[in-house]
């Protein structure tokens, strides 16, 4: 019997007192990324053109921004590595000397991937984060990866996974114990009020600087503000507000489709501002402190693009990204980035014209637009229930109604940029150079749902993904590794343009040899790859797979609400995942793990690769072994010893604000369908 204290781990994290220590108006304790949208609200507009107008470049290289940052963060990943990797204590290995012996390019460079899943995804890969964020306080040594978010350079997600980077950007890189218990009054991450109902009466919007205990200042789409009382927001007015904001977007002249209200729907819950963050926008992460000096890793929120004329996200589609300094895509046919921070300007062959009248654009890349861009799949979930709820008032369903009779039931899932950043860019290659609108979809609609398109590239030359799959795949909503698939399948087409990608199996052997169910590194044999004289060894891929080790975290894509034990309990299984139950599974995961991320690095230097690291890779890395056998049914039981229901574990997590809520519940915790 392994003791419980694995299951409680997060729940030791004092979640009840967190929330107690921030009074409403202490504003302390409140943070978030910079409300830098120039309208003060969600509507972009237009602005005077800096000096050096924005332009277009091309995908050849990394742009200047990033290049430049890249010389802080590797820098600043020395320290939390060589305290991760000295931690693991390989065996006649030397972590600090032969870090600091090493040159940039030898030292590891670590990407992390969150897959989408929507909020199972979420809280699943908030778990993993929540284990390889060294401030997360309390953790046990055993099993630990601690310290790896702060060794890392990457941090891309899609979808759900978007929503997990996106709402930790948004709010100034909290930790996920910060994000999970939000503050006093706040609505961050209450998944138990029903994204369609809206945030509830308790949880109102401390963030507001105009705001006091009793009363606060709403600012409503037309710019008038307005005093309300704290406590009163009801279903309708939420809507309403939604649908005024999202209807000051469309009266600005700027297209306006279901995703701008999925993803002001998601900011009331992701971004700890009023209203969700109206003017948040996603380049503003650039602006703050903490990642201009380097000290967190490079968010990218990945989506895919659907060719005009069409309905179906091929694997070859074009896959987009958003970072903080830029948008665009690497792949051969767009092959371009433009700033993040001017979509919405007029580029035409990647330039905003020079004529007296000519303006440039900011704030379209408001923060929860590109989070909802990235999830688009939710455009039909939002639809089918907001029908169903109660207290939506009908002319927020007549917009609704009216914009899907523009649209079409085909084009409901989309997000339209408009105008086209690409307009007559690479004429001859980009599906899009003759189109007004660029047409994104949900970046896990090519299969690929763990965005690793922004981590093979060559010229970022990433070392090793650790690739958190929350996939829906099996009957169960359980990964079988159909997402990695996808991304081997795609390095054998037109489209990959010199990318590798590890070989991985069939989804057969993934679930009878159990790779869905512990860690697996794929790729280990650098050797194993045939380059072509400008391609390099592609990264080391972790894989780990969402698997019941202390809950059934395998909650449908589609549940709208959650309650705070169930929250929690998912959340802590993501974090058994990493940690394989506090070491219980393993006691030398991360000792392994850090042989997997000096790997590559071995490999450059030549270095003998230490004997345990030998040892490591016999037990994790994938040799290549198939068991095609049809899988019949995939329902597996809990992992972890000791674990022996999610109400048991859930009720030791939830601190002060749980108890209730539990009782009411508790039957209600039906997660296996
Ligand atoms: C953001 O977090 C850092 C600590 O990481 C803190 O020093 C800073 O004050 C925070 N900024 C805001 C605006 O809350
Ligand atoms: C990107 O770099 C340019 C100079 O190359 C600089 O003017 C600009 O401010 C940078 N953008 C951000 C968001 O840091
Ligand atoms: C590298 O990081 C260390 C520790 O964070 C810091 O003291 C040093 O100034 C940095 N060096 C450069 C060149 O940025
Ligand atoms: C490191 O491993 C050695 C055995 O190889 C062991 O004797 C030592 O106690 C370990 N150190 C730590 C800090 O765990
Ligand atoms: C809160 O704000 C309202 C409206 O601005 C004001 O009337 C009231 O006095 C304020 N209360 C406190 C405690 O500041
Ligand atoms: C994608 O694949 C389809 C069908 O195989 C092909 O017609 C199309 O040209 C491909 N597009 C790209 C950009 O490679
Ligand atoms: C990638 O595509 C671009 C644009 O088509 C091309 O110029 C470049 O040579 C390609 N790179 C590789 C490695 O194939
Ligand atoms: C766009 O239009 C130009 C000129 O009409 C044409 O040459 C080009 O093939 C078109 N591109 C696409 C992707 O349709
Ligand atoms: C794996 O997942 C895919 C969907 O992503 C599904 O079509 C397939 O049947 C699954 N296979 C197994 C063995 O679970
Ligand atoms: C393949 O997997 C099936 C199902 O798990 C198992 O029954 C069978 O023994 C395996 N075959 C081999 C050769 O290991
Ligand atoms: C590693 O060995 C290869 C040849 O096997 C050599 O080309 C390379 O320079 C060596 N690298 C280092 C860092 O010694
Ligand atoms: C080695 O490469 C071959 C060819 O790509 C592939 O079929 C095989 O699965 C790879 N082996 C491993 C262990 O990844």
Redesign the pocket.
């Known amino acids: 019997m392994h003791p419980p204290s694995s299951l409680v781990l997060l729940g030791g994290l004092a979640s009840a007192s967190a929330a107690s220590a921030a009074s409403p108006g202490d504003l302390s304790l409140?943070?978030?990324a910079l409300p830098n949208g120039p309208s003060g609200n969600y509507s972009p507009v237009a602005v005077e053109c800096p000096s050096t107008r924005p332009t277009a470049r091309a995908a050849s290289a990394l742009s200047k921004n990033e290049t430049s940052w890249l010389a802080l963060r590797r820098n600043n990943t020395l320290d939390p590595l060589i305290s991760f990797l000295t931690a693991a204590n390989i065996s006649g290995f030397d972590a600090s000397s032969y870090i600091k012996a090493a040159s940039t390019a030898n030292v590891p460079n670590i990407g992390i991937s969150m897959s989408g899943g929507g909020y199972r995804a979420l809280m699943n890969g908030a778990g993993f984060l929540a284990a390889a964020d060294s401030r997360t306080p309390d953790q046990p040594s055993a099993g630990s990866i601690s310290g790896l978010l702060q060794a890392s350079t990457y941090l891309a997600g899609l979808s759900g996974g978007g929503w997990l980077v996106g709402s930790m950007f948004a709010n100034?890189?909290s930790t996920i114990v910060q994000l999970r218990d939000g503050y006093a009054g706040s609505d961050l991450w209450r998944f138990d009020n029903s994204i369609f109902s809206g945030p509830s009466d308790d949880a109102q919007d401390s963030g507001s600087s105009n705001s006091n205990t009793t009363t606060k200042k709403i600012k409503r789409a037309d710019g008038t503000t307005e005093i309300v009382e704290r406590g009163i927001i009801s279903t309708a007015d939420y809507w309403t507000d939604v649908a005024d904001q999202v209807s000051a977007k469309a009266d600005a002249g700027y297209e306006t489709s279901l995703t701008d209200y999925w993803g002001r729907a998601l900011s009331y819950q992701l971004i700890n501002a009023p209203d969700g963050g109206l003017d948040y926008t996603f380049s503003s992460i650039a602006l703050t402190?903490?990642f201009a000096s380097a000290d967190t890793p490079f968010p990218i929120l990945v989506a895919d693009s659907r060719a005009p004329g069409t309905t179906v996200i091929a694997l070859n589609s074009t896959v987009y990204e958003f970072n903080a300094f830029e948008m665009g895509s690497w792949d051969p046919t767009t092959y371009g980035f433009v700033p993040t921070e001017y979509l919405g300007s007029n580029f035409s062959n990647g330039a905003i014209a020079t004529a007296s009248n000519s303006h440039c654009v900011r704030g379209l890349d408001q923060f929860g637009y590109v989070m909802g861009t990235s999830s688009t799949l939710f455009n039909q979930f939002l639809l089918t229930n907001l029908s169903a709820a109660a207290d939506v008032p009908s002319f927020v369903l007549d917009i609704i109604e009216n914009l899907l009779t523009e649209l079409g039931d085909d084009n409901n899932d989309i997000a339209q940029w408009v105008p086209n950043p690409f307009y007559k860019y690479n004429p001859d290659t980009n599906d899009f150079a003759n189109a007004t609108q660029l047409t994104l979809v949900d970046g896990g609609e090519d299969l690929q749902n763990l965005p690793l398109h922004p981590l093979i590239q060559p010229i970022r030359a990433v070392d090793i993904i650790m690739a958190v799959d929350s996939s829906a795949d099996t009957d169960y909503n359980w990964p079988n590794g159909t997402a990695l698939r996808a991304t081997y399948d795609r390095i054998f087409g037109d489209i990959a343009n010199g990318t590798l990608f590890p070989a991985v199996p069939d989804d057969n052997t993934f679930v009878n040899l159990g790779l869905n169910q512990r860690p697996t590194f794929f790729g280990c044999d650098a050797s194993n790859f045939t380059l072509t004289a400008d391609q390099t060894v592609p990264p080391l891929v972790v894989y780990l797979p969402n698997a019941p080790f202390s809950a059934y975290g395998n909650v449908s894509t589609f549940t709208p609400s959650y309650t705070l034990a169930q929250r929690n309990g998912i959340i802590e299984n993501g974090f058994n995942a990493a940690t394989r139950g506090n070491g219980s599974l393993d006691s030398s995961w991360p000792k392994c793990l850090a042989c997997a991320v000096l790997s590559r690095s071995f490999t450059r230097t030549n270095t003998t690769v230490p004997a345990e690291c030998t040892t490591c890779f016999t037990q994790y890395c994938w040799d290549g072994t198939l068991n095609t056998t049809k899988v019949e049914t995939y329902e597996p039981t809990l992992l972890l010893e000791g674990a022996s229901s999610l109400d048991n574990a859930a009720a030791s997590l939830v601190g002060g604000w749980g108890k209730a809520v539990i009782v009411a519940t508790s039957t209600l915790l039906v997660l296996m369908l």
């Open positions: 409140v943070r978030r100034n890189f402190d903490n």
